[in-house]
């Protein structure tokens, strides 16, 4: 581990006081510190004094990043992060020993660093995973210098200080987990038990929210999680209850088509199978691209991309109140056959218990009671 | 609890069973209803069966929101009666001409249709939910109400509440996450389900029976008002 803090590698590449504060300020605010009462009762009040003392006792972290069942989404999404950006993150806060996107070198040269890495830092470096882990027929459906990924999982888990899971895939399966699973994917959470593990869903996950949790772990260790291991601080409202067509939705105002009236006009795409309303993630506030839009905003309902398993969640166009399987007619003409024949059934006993009642009760007439 | 899992089992398998059960429960109480037979018209009618049966519809759609005050029921106790009848319409209202609603009826049916603005429904949920607290007060005080009221008679206005007080909260996103009040909502409307085929809930059905019946009785004997 380097041994020297944050704030003095920064030093010592001439970044200025000015510039210092100017970091801390913009960490301070992609980490989505709180001034929240209690952190004002144990800890410094202002959020950027928080990070400045981090910044001053804290060293670098390293980080190994892994990608399994992926398609490098995650990445690409990282690289386009514009608070803190990626270089600032590897300038200033990471130093990224293992990474098979970002990595110049390859083969096994890169696979003897990783290893090298692990063993200097056991015990201290994150670990980032990307895709999901296939676990089907021993994990052959995805194996990297030979070794299945969940071994190669394993092996790294073990020495992490924390893992941080990018990515629907990581976080929750993914779209390789999706029915019918072929290669029976899993998602870290599910094989790793013994390590803290920070999810960050999306697909891919906000560049802002990555960039964001990793600097907030190596600042002040795992920040506060939902109970799907989700930071609460960018994943503690749904995209509807920060969605700027919101007031449209309470008024009811809804674009039936996508290219009606009511979608020129911006109003809400319910209708249009907008999962906002269950799905957690920060799209609404921090959007994409330096801020520029969320897919709401352009005119395209939110999938549920942060959510598990989004993609077995019904139609993405199909409106969130409709249930999720519609019934076979097959199945509808069974049950009505099985209602109509035990009705049947039913109605010919009755019948029939009519015609030749089981047994009969003589009625007595007054007449046969004063024959008495 | 996960409620994302807890939610997709309510709308997924669980609705599903749901469903069947409706289907096959509804069917067979259809069955045992139509196989009570018509019994053989021997003496010919004074009048048109048909447009007795059209004039007992009519009068359904009419006197209540109109002429209610032609109904004994009505003047014996107006408020329960409105109150019954505005029930009524709310159901149908929310169920048939709500969004969220129409949408689902769009996946089952493969065709959706218009509906109605937000804050109305919204407001005739409202209604519906009040005229049903308003009729529960009412059994609860009745003289003769309390002795008709079982358990069952308790058990249909609870399973029908609950869905409708759900879908209110559901709505406005009131107490529980939206996911968690989904799940509720799902799991209310699917006891409701499986519920109704057994109980008087089923009325809905034979409503049309009774109609028919009664409007073809009437028109027969001409004696229709």
Known sequence: MPEKTIAEELRERGISRREFLKLSGILAGVVGLMDSPIHALAKPINPVERVIQALQTKQRAPVIWLEFQDCAGCTEAISRSQAPTLVDLVLNTLTIEYHETLSAAAGFQVEEAKQAAMKKYAGAYVLVVEGSIPTGNSGVYCTIGGRTAVDLLREAASGAAAIIATGNCASFGGIPKASPNPTDAHSVMALIKDKPIINIPGCPAIPEVTTGVIANYVLFGVPELDSLKRPLAFYGNTIHDRCLRRPFYDAGKYADSFDDDGARQGWCLYKLGCKGPTTYNACATIKWDAGLSFPVQSGHPCLGCSQPDFWDGGGFYQGQSAPLSRPALAAVGAAAGIGAAVGIGAALMNRAQQKHPASTVPVETPEAKEAK | ?225
């Open chain 2, 1 to 225: 609890m996960n409620w994302n899992s807890a939610l997709e089992f309510a709308r997924g398998p669980f609705f599903y069973a749901a469903l069947i059960i409706f289907i096959g429960g509804m069917t067979y109480r259809f069955v045992r209803v139509l196989l009570l037979g018509w019994k053989p018209d021997k003496v010919p009618g004074k009048g048109s069966k048909l447009g007795g049966v059209a004039v007992s519809y009519l009068k359904g759609l009419i006197i209540w929101p109109f002429i209610p005050w032609v109904k004994n029921t009505f003047t014996r106790n107006p408020l329960i009666y409105l109150a019954g009848g505005l029930f009524h319409l709310s159901l149908f209202t929310v169920l048939i001409l709500g969004t969220t609603h129409m949408l689902v009826w769009k996946s089952l049916l493969g065709f959706g249709w218009p509906t109605l603005p937000l804050p109305i429904v919204d407001w005739m949920a409202a209604a519906g939910i009040a005229a049903m607290i308003a009729l529960a007060i009412n059994r609860l005080i009745h003289p003769v109400l309390k002795l008709l009221t079982g358990a069952a008679e308790w058990l249909n206005l609870l399973l029908v509440f609950l869905p409708m007080i759900t879908g209110y909260i559901l709505t406005h996103h009131l107490f529980f996450p939206y996911e968690m009040g989904f799940t509720i909502h799902m799991m209310t409307v699917n006891i409701l389900l499986i519920w109704i085929p057994f109980s008087r809930i089923a009325h809905f059905m034979f409503y049309f029976f009774s109609r028919t019946i009664h409007g073809a009785q009437f028109g027969k004997r001409a004696v229709t008002p």
